[in-house]
């Protein structure tokens, strides 16, 4: 079975530019989370997006950030313009539970790591 | 490859000992609780999970303790490999199936 695929690995970017980052899901896993990782720290939860509504953005600095999930399968993060401290590892995960019991386990990508100087 | 975290908390365990990662949780509504293991440069792998009914859940080399009283939780790896070196994370899972992590703690076992 195909993973979380992710892209681009790395990225290196000046501050105020914007990045993109994109993430396919394992197929049919209805719900997608991005998280993002800063150096020495546990993920953080950004956006939950469940096929294309989104379930929970209350960490999502939408300031800046943003996501979709238009046809309830791939999702792409973007981030304009971008700060310092915006670089960090952007995980993708997908669930095939929507969180109503049973098996729930997340499955994630290797992520997307952001440089900003 | 990459390293997930510089200043992490790190356990150093000789090669076929046991290691034992600890974790504080602070969300008494948490219905599970999870280990995950990450590798560096890559992203975080399920390891074990138990549910807050529980105390104890055991996998392949693996036990997961849960002391719901002082909110804590333990991942014991018997017989530890050199392929068991990473980061490990606890998490504990919320309603809605939202995972928040803990702090994670570096093994290194030494051959």
């Known amino acids: 079975e195909a993973g979380v695929a992710q892209s681009p690995r790395y990225k290196i970017i000046e501050k105020r530019q914007s990045v993109a980052f994109w993430c396919n899901p394992i197929s049919g896993h209805a719900t997608l989370y991005w998280y993002q990782q800063i150096l020495g720290q546990g993920p953080k939860l950004l956006i939950q997006f469940q096929n294309n509504g989104v379930v929970d953005d209350s960490q999502l600095p939408k300031d800046r950030f943003s996501a979709e999930r238009l046809k309830g399968v791939d999702s792409t993060l973007k981030i304009q313009p971008a700060k310092l401290e915006d670089s960090a590892v952007y995980l993708c995960?997908?669930?095939?539970?929507?969180?109503?019991?049973?098996?729930?386990?997340?499955?994630f990508g290797e992520g997307s790591r952001l440089t900003v100087l | 490859g990459e390293s997930v975290g510089l200043h992490l908390p790190t356990l150093s365990v000789q090669e076929g000992d046991n290691s034992i990662i600890n974790c504080a949780y602070s969300?008494?509504?948490?219905?599970?609780f999870i280990w995950y293991k990450q590798e560096s440069g890559k992203g975080p792998q399920f390891i074990i999970d138990i549910r807050s009914n529980m105390d104890k859940r055991q996998g392949q080399r693996v036990t997961v303790l849960l002391n719901k009283t002082v909110k804590h939780l333990s991942l014991q790896i018997a017989a530890t490999q050199p392929g068991d070196s990473a980061v490990y994370f606890c998490a504990e899972r919320i309603t809605g199936n939202k995972l928040t992590f803990g702090g994670g703690t570096r093994v290194l076992v030494k051959p």
């Open positions: 995960a997908s669930s095939p539970r929507p969180g109503q019991g049973g098996s729930w386990e997340l499955f």
């Open positions: 969300n008494s509504a948490s219905d599970y």
